[in-house]
T-cell receptor, first 117, second 110 residues
């Protein structure tokens, strides 16, 4: 069974540009969530999609957006990049996500490391 | 914030020793999960303990949960160099969001 695939793995952008990251979940998983990881901050929740609907959103500015397609693949977009957006962006897929008390196990991709210059 | 806090932030031990790391959280939970992250990689699920369980074992891992103190501990016995990684606890209550702690960085010296 293929794991969670994130592309691209590494990318470098400059301030003001925008970036789109892609995540292909495990087959059959309908929940895809995104996290931003920076040194000292741990994993910060961005948003979760379930069957193409955004089910929850973290405390990030509107420059961060996402969507999920009918095949459960998900993309996140960051517009008007800032230096502070440099981070490892992790995607996690799950059968049910945090629904029903969070008994769903999260399966993470290897992440997309974004560097903003 | 419901985010958990792991303690210690960093831990360095010799191969063969036991490693213990702790997680504290702020609100009531339904379960608590532990994940491992090798440097710069994705997280891997280790173990889940339900709120009505006090202790759970999986191979060399032992997890305890004390809901009255809102804390959990992860014990790795007979550590190996391959256990070198960061360890995170994750909680979820009735909301639709997992909250991750800040992580414990474990270094096992061969």
């Amino acid at each position: 069974k293929a794991g969670v695939t994130q592309t691209p793995r590494y990318l470098i952008k400059t301030r003001g540009q925008q970036v789109t990251l892609s995540c292909s979940p495990i087959s059959g998983h309908r929940s895809v969530s995104w996290y931003q990881q920076t040194p000292g901050q741990g994993l910060q929740f961005l948003f979760e999609y379930f069957s193409e609907t955004q089910r929850n959103k973290g405390n990030f500015p509107g420059r961060f957006s996402g969507r999920q397609f009918s095949n459960s693949r998900s993309e996140m977009n960051v517009s008007t990049l800032e230096l502070g957006d440099s981070a490892l962006y992790l995607c996690a897929s799950s059968l049910i996500g945090a629904l029903a008390g969070g008994f769903g196990e999260l399966f993470f991709g290897e992440g997309s490391r974004l560097t903003v210059l | 914030s419901q985010q958990g806090e792991e303690d210690p932030q960093a831990l360095s031990i010799q191969e063969g020793e036991n490693a213990t790391m702790n997680c504290s959280y702020k609100t009531s939970i339904n379960n608590l999960q532990w994940y491992r992250q090798n440097s710069g990689r994705g997280l891997v699920h280790l173990i889940l303990i339900r709120s009505n369980e006090r202790e759970k074992h999986s191979g060399r891992l032992r997890v305890t949960l004390d809901t009255s103190k809102k804390s959990s501990s992860l014990l790795i016995t007979a550590s190996r160099a391959a256990d070198t990684a960061s360890y995170f606890c994750a909680t979820a209550s009735t909301g639709n969001q997992f909250y991750f702690g800040t992580g414990t960085s474990l270094t096992v010296i061969p």
